[in-house]
């Protein structure tokens, strides 16, 4: 009997890994190297700087570190574990991103389509050229917002996070308090566009329009697609629009500090509504697979969603061609297809490879691609406000351990 259950439990152990598991060293990590990343989450979460933190690294298709840190409940002192379940918000968009290619690659939609096409309430879009919010400027657009547009946030759509009154008016239209994904674009159709299709990037609800596209092109709701074509076929079990209540226990909570306290954040409300840029939740194992996916060319356990080349083109720079073909204030990254794209290491001041893809969440969270070094990298708090230094530093950690 004792022999049964010990296989049985090694079978469940081997069940619960998202991925194989290996050792630093036999994937090229030094184990002395990566105790500093070690030593640094232990540090910022012993001391209440950060309630919690997971850190995971996974390279030529195996874990080879894999740490919980602090607590996922402060008031109730439950743990950071690796099975939490978080909200990943923004990273979301990647896995919208790669629903969009699925169809693409169907021949159901092409990156050059009008937007309008499918999603006829937005025909009648201007430009906002001047005036004030009661009285705005608009003009027609340059030219019609394409597929490329919204998966390279081009399109002129807004978050409605500025000053200026473009924004004004996206706040008082209130697209993202929608309660349904149809609702949202109705809403978004009043509210004009930054700038023409095409001109130049601005971080938008752009996403968020390309989960109803998904909606509208394959005729299913997007949070079904997206289960039925990517999060199912992934065995991403734990990854939801809306989190089963059986699971609730599990979820970790979002913290900020202000005056010098710690204190909980309600986060970032959808209302149940499936949106394409900021809707799941997830843990560090499932996102790791569909990050895992991504470094294989597309296809995961004998599951292919995308092809190689596919892959290929979301990951190359796609802002080429504009009068600032980069993102952020170092101006090391492009945009790709969904995500942001490596262009100039050295301008990052960090260590890693031309070509790192990925993209981070609103509550801190973190996932990187590395195709050449077959490196995956993710990195999860639950903080807010968006914690920059702390991701970047992680990078830093990992690539510094990498001896091979």
């Known amino acids: 009997m004792r022999v049964l259950a010990v296989s049985a439990f090694l079978v469940f ?72 379940i978080v909200h990943i918000y923004s990273m979301t968009k990647p896995v919208t991103s790669v629903a969009v290619m699925m169809l693409v690659e169907e021949g159901r939609l ?23 919010v009661e009285r705005p400027v608009l003009e027609d657009p340059a030219r019609p917002i394409t597929v490329k547009h919204l998966l390279t946030h081009t399109s002129g759509m807004s978050y409605g996070w500025s ?10 239209a209130d697209p993202l308090g929608a309660p349904s994904l149809k609702e949202f674009i109705a809403r978004l159709a009043k509210v004009p566009l930054a700038f023409h299709p095409g001109e130049r990037y601005e971080y938008s609800v752009s996403i968020d329009v390309l989960g109803y596209l998904v909606e509208v092109v394959s005729g299913e709701p997007f949070d079904q697609f997206v289960e039925k074509r990517i999060t199912g076929p992934l ?21 900020s500090r202000r005056e010098g306290k710690l204190v909980t954040e309600r986060g ?29 060319g597309g296809h995961l356990d004998g599951v292919r969603l995308l092809s190689r080349k596919t892959v290929d083109l979301m990951m190359m720079n796609h802002l080429a061609g504009l009068a600032r073909p980069t993102i952020g204030g170092d101006d090391a990254n492009g945009f790709g297809l969904g995500g942001a794209v490596r262009i100039d290491p050295a301008k990052s001041g960090r260590p890693g490879s031309e070509g790192l893809f990925g993209w981070d969440g609103a509550a801190s969270t973190y996932f990187r691609v590395d195709r050449k070094e077959k490196l995956a990298i993710l990195l999860f708090l639950q903080w807010m406000p968006f914690d920059a230094p702390t991701l970047n530093l992680f990078e830093t950690l990992v690539y510094q351990a990498l001896a091979d």
């Open 13 to 84: 152990s081997a069940l619960a890994q998202p991925l194989p598991v290996s050792t630093p060293e036999k994937e090229g990590f030094s184990a002395e190297r990566l105790a500093r990343l070690h030593r640094y989450f232990e540090n910022l979460t012993s001391t209440g700087e950060r309630p919690g933190a997971i850190t995971l690294i996974v390279r030529n298709g195996r874990i080879v570190d894999w740490r919980t840190y602090g607590l996922r409940d402060v008031e109730n002192r439950l743990p950071m574990e690796k099975d939490t």
């Open 110 to 132: 092409s990156l050059d389509d009008r937007v309008d096409k499918y999603i006829p309430e937005l025909k009648e879009l201007k430009v906002y050229k001047g005036g004030t």
């Open 163 to 172: 000053n200026d009154n473009v924004s004004a008016l996206f706040r008082k």
């Open 235 to 255: 065995k991403m079990t734990d990854t939801h629009f809306r989190l089963p209540e059986a699971k609730r226990a599990r979820l970790a909570k979002i913290y």
């Open 268 to 296: 970032l409300q959808t209302g149940g509504v499936p949106y394409g840029g900021m809707g799941l939740y997830s843990t560090i194992g499932d996102y790791a697979r569909f990050a895992q996916m991504l470094v294989n």
